[in-house]
């Protein structure tokens, strides 16, 4: 009689150890080897084309250390997140009317596809001729810029929801809060945090050009100042920022996604 | 309009109804449903039956109160389904031809649905439902999502959701359609045993006339567009030989 047994090398712990240190490593090596090109560069060209990342890692740890810099960073990701909520809000609210009326849809569908294809530069230039405070100028064109996508994107989610699982819910007879508790929530989440995720990208580029109406701080303020004194190590750093701000927020969504959307099934043959 | 129903009165009842699909009568209009009658008395199991296309959904979306008709009257416990939606909370539940899980939630919460719906506090909806899987063969997968279950766990779950209400009237649109014929045989048996168990009045939409013969005590056999043709009533005491003459005049009246 012959007996075959099958006997890993490793130990489960070992295996997903290594699992996870090749997923660490595939994310990481791209940035690796950007900064290793750039510095690579730094040896070679003069320090207001290509500075050393050890001068830009100086000054990022500047502004995070200085509170008058902190502020002007901390003053960005405000006017960010602010225009976004304030375009989520109001673009939620548009898309709720369409979906439920086409003469609403018919209307306001045409002016929004309108107000996607002005430039982020327009809406500044119209800022400064119609409004005065600086702030306000800044989230209306956050506010213009993300507006479009955010209504298109839960419009879009409203009409892709199951009208079998609508039916179902239905037939329970529910209020219209439970309706959109149970219901309408849950269906469209993911279309959402996935909206937030690109707008976010949007606002961040956004938001730069918006701070140049007037702005006395923040991120596209000192970028401005950088520009001035020629100091690409400075605009570098301040280029950060944000880029910190949008992975942070990012990976906050990724982590929102994958606690809520635990029921999904994961399929073992990828896309 | 009257809250009260008398005992005598019929569960359901459908006078001369229609359904016309498209403008009435433009080119388009499609006529499913034609001048039907039909009275559900409380507590009789009937099963509707007919060919794909006849009719039954249209029906069946009419007492559910999902589809209003285009003439006619429809009741159920004396009240307009679709006019008077809201009333019905509680009072009626629905058993779909798929599973219709919330894929969101676990199959425990799937089955608190109704009850939330109705306002029960958390704790006493949940005991409800926890009895209703363990009386389904369920206990153990209660907080398994939907795509974690097979699709006859699917359908019980679904099952179980609908019982959990305590709703009078259960409606039933080929719900063990999807499954393979030893499992829907199982679920049948457990479905029959839980309606005469629980004293609900029940509408079952089949094509299958062994279905319609395990499942009801009455059959009505529709014909295109949904008007009755053949119908039916029977009990317990029916003998083999007088369900047989029941079957061949079925097929007799479907072959037409």
Partial sequence: MSETTSQSGSSPRANWLLAALRRFATSVLPFVVVIAIWQFASLFFPRFLFPSLIDVFWRCLEIFSSGAMFADVLSTIFRILAGLAGAFIVGGGLALVMVRSRAVDNFLSPILTLLQGIPALSWVVFAIIWFHGVEFRIFFIMVMTTLPAFTFQVLGALRAMSRDLMEMVFSFRPTRMKLFRV??????????????????????RVVVVAELVGATGGVGYQLLQQ??????????????QLVFFVLIVQGALTLI?????RYRAVSERAI | MRDTVTSDEAAIHLDHVSKVFGKPGSAEAYRAVDGL???????????????????????????????????????????????????FRGKMAIVFQNDRLLPWRSAIENVELG????????AERRASAQLWLTKLGLGGHENDYPHALSGGMRQRVSIARAFATNANILLCDEPFSALDESTAG??????????????????FITHSISEALEIGDRIVVLKRPAKIAYDVSFDAATDQRERELIRSRIGDVLAV
């Fill in chain 1, 183 to 204: 219901m309408i929530a849950p269906a469209i989440l993911p279309d959402i945090l996935t909206a937030w995720k690109v707008n976010l990208g949007n606002a961040s």
């Fill in chain 1, 227 to 240: 520009q001035q004194l020629f100091d690409m190590a400075g605009a570098l750093a301040w280029t950060l």
């Fill in chain 1, 257 to 261: 996604e994958n606690t809520a959307f």
């Fill in chain 2, 37 to 87: 009658d039909l009275d559900v008395r409380s507590g009789q199991m009937l099963a509707l039956l007919g060919k794909t296309g006849c009719g039954k959904s249209t029906i069946f979306n009419m007492i559910a109160g999902l589809t209003e008709p285009t003439s006619g009257t429809v009741r159920v416990s004396g009240r307009d389904p679709f006019g008077d939606f809201d009333s």
């Fill in chain 2, 115 to 122: 009850l939330e719906m109705l306002g029960v506090p958390a």
């Fill in chain 2, 186 to 203: 199982r679920l049948r048996a457990e479905f029959v045993r839980l309606v005469k168990e629980n004293g609900k009045t029940a509408v």
